[in-house]
């Protein structure tokens, strides 16, 4: 933000002056009035705001944070890495005791394919029951043909004398 973050944010304060009809004056020429809002304004706060993050999160919980982003399945889990989730096991041993490393590094690998298999199975089935009749569908109506198409096997086992009795 102090290398290159000004120019964009005075843009942004010029715009919504712009909007709302307030007049802005020429900063470019009048070198104290920048000098004046970047470094003591805009530096000030970021200090301020840097220093608060600091004292609420120390280096541990940072870690702790970032290491748990990387479960995120954004992307195709893009950021998902292994030895920053096994790093995690440093903050909780009480709860990995004998499991081991080799394990614990097998499981975390199959859930993530286990999620994208998931996922890629609901993209598919999206885009069979996609089709221009179905753009005009309610939300919840596609959801519910989305249920009976991936959950297909499960409805083949019911006769279809319990459904006309359902309904």
Same mark, same amino acid.
């Given at each position: 933000?102090?290398?290159?973050?000004?120019?964009? =944010?005075?843009?942004?304060?010029?715009?919504?002056?712009?909007?709302?009809?307030?007049?802005?004056?020429?900063?470019?020429?009048?070198?104290?009035?920048?000098?004046?809002?970047?470094?003591?304004?805009?530096?000030?706060?970021?200090?301020?705001?840097?220093?608060?993050?600091?004292?609420?999160?120390?280096?541990?919980?940072?870690?702790?944070?970032?290491?748990?982003?990387?479960?995120?399945?954004?992307?195709?889990?893009?950021?998902?890495?292994?030895?920053?989730?096994?790093?995690?096991?440093?903050?909780?041993?009480?709860?990995?005791?004998?499991?081991?490393?080799?394990?614990?590094?097998?499981?975390?690998?199959?859930?993530?394919?286990?999620? =994208?298999?998931? =996922?890629?199975?609901?993209?598919?089935?999206?885009?069979?029951?996609?089709?221009?009749?179905?753009?005009?569908?309610?939300?919840?109506?596609?959801?519910?043909?989305?249920?009976?198409?991936?959950?297909?096997?499960?409805?083949?086992?019911?006769?279809?004398?319990?459904?006309?009795?359902?309904?």
């Amino acid at each position: 933000m102090r290398n290159e973050g000004w120019e964009e =944010l005075i843009s942004k304060v010029i715009k919504i002056y712009n909007k709302h009809d307030i007049d802005v004056f020429d900063m470019h020429h009048i070198v104290f009035n920048l000098n004046h809002f970047k470094n003591n304004c805009l530096f000030s706060v970021l200090d301020l705001q840097l220093h608060e993050l600091n004292v609420t999160f120390g280096e541990e919980n940072i870690e702790f944070l970032q290491y748990v982003s990387s479960l995120s399945p954004a992307k195709s889990f893009a950021v998902f890495y292994v030895k920053k989730l096994l790093r995690m096991t440093e903050f909780y041993p009480n709860d990995f005791t004998g499991v081991p490393d080799v394990a614990l590094h097998h499981q975390l690998r199959n859930y993530v394919t286990n999620q =994208l298999q998931r =996922l890629n199975v609901c993209f598919s089935a999206m885009k069979v029951l996609k089709s221009n009749l179905c753009n005009k569908m309610s939300d919840q109506l596609i959801n519910n043909r989305l249920v009976t198409y991936i959950k297909r096997d499960v409805l083949l086992t019911i006769s279809n004398d319990v459904i006309f009795a359902h309904f």
